[in-house]
């Protein structure tokens, strides 16, 4: 046994025991929860259009639209340049917005579609709002084609927080949503 190598002040003993049941056990909480990929329905190809749009008009190609009820409560687009934020991602802007005009409670049960799979913080985000279901177009494994990604898949995030039952649907418009960066 020694002392764990770059921790000076630490005296925890380590041996290959515990790294090896350590490894094991964080590898049985990365279960994820199914992403559904399938013939979108009209209205989720609507809404992601507005999405899209969004991301069209934004500083990088992210866009977001939160709907409840067939009814749009808030759209976002990537602001992190022009607001020098860099929180300021497509579905944050979208969740902030949503906030500031009808309150958290809008926003549990929800749908968020956004342009991109979203990253680990706005999946934090989605999640701790309690918003009932996503849809995204292009994946994080896409998304990674063309920028630098955290590969941490909307799934992955989503199946850590059990407190937060949500429905995940991938590929919605992906296509389009990818050719935005293309004209970057």
């Not at 808030?74 to 602001?79: D, I, K």
């Not at 906030?99 to 989605?126: D, F, N, R």
């Not at 590929?171 to 389009?176: I, K, N, P, S, T």
Request: net charge positive; aromatic share 4%; proline share 4%.
């Amino acid at each position: 046994m020694r002392p764990h190598a770059g921790l000076p002040d630490c005296d925890v003993p380590v041996s290959r025991r515990s790294v090896l049941a350590g490894s094991v056990a964080t590898s049985t909480l990365a279960v994820a929860a199914p992403i559904t990929t399938f013939a979108a329905a009209e209205d989720d190809k609507q809404f992601m259009r507005m999405a899209i749009e969004e991301a069209r008009r934004a500083d990088f190609p992210f866009g977001a639209v939160i709907v409840r009820d067939g009814r749009v409560l808030a759209r976002g687009r990537n602001l992190g340049r022009s607001q020098d934020d860099p929180t300021a991602h497509g579905e944050m802007v979208a969740i902030r917005r949503c906030l500031a005009a009808h309150g958290g409670a809008a926003l549990k049960g929800a749908t968020l579609y956004t342009s991109g799979e979203p990253c680990a913080m706005c999946m934090g985000a989605i999640l701790w709002c309690h918003i009932g279901r996503l849809v995204f177009a292009a994946s994080v494994q896409q998304l990674a084609s063309k920028i630098d990604q955290i590969m941490l898949s909307s799934a992955d995030v989503a199946a850590t927080a059990r407190f937060a039952p949500i429905s995940i649907t991938g590929g919605v418009l992906a296509d389009m949503a990818m050719q935005l960066f293309d004209k970057r």
